[in-house]
C-alpha cells in the first residue's frame, strides 16, 4: 500500500504531460508527495 507521503521530498520528471497517462501519472505523483516538473 502507497502512503500519501511516500514520495515526500522527491522530484518526478513526466513527459508528455498534457494529456493522457502523462497527465494522469503527473496527478498521481503529486498527490503522494513528489515535486513534479512537467514537459
Given at each position: 500500500?502507497?502512503?500519501?507521503?511516500?514520495?515526500?521530498?522527491?522530484t518526478?520528471?513526466?513527459?508528455?504531460?498534457?494529456?493522457g497517462?502523462?497527465?494522469?501519472?503527473?496527478?498521481?505523483?503529486?498527490?503522494?508527495?513528489?515535486?513534479?516538473?512537467?514537459?
Amino acid at each position: 500500500m502507497i502512503m500519501s507521503n511516500e514520495l515526500s521530498g522527491k522530484t518526478a520528471l513526466v513527459t508528455g504531460s498534457t494529456s493522457g497517462i502523462g497527465k494522469a501519472a503527473a496527478v498521481k505523483l503529486a498527490a503522494l508527495g513528489a515535486h513534479v516538473v512537467l514537459t
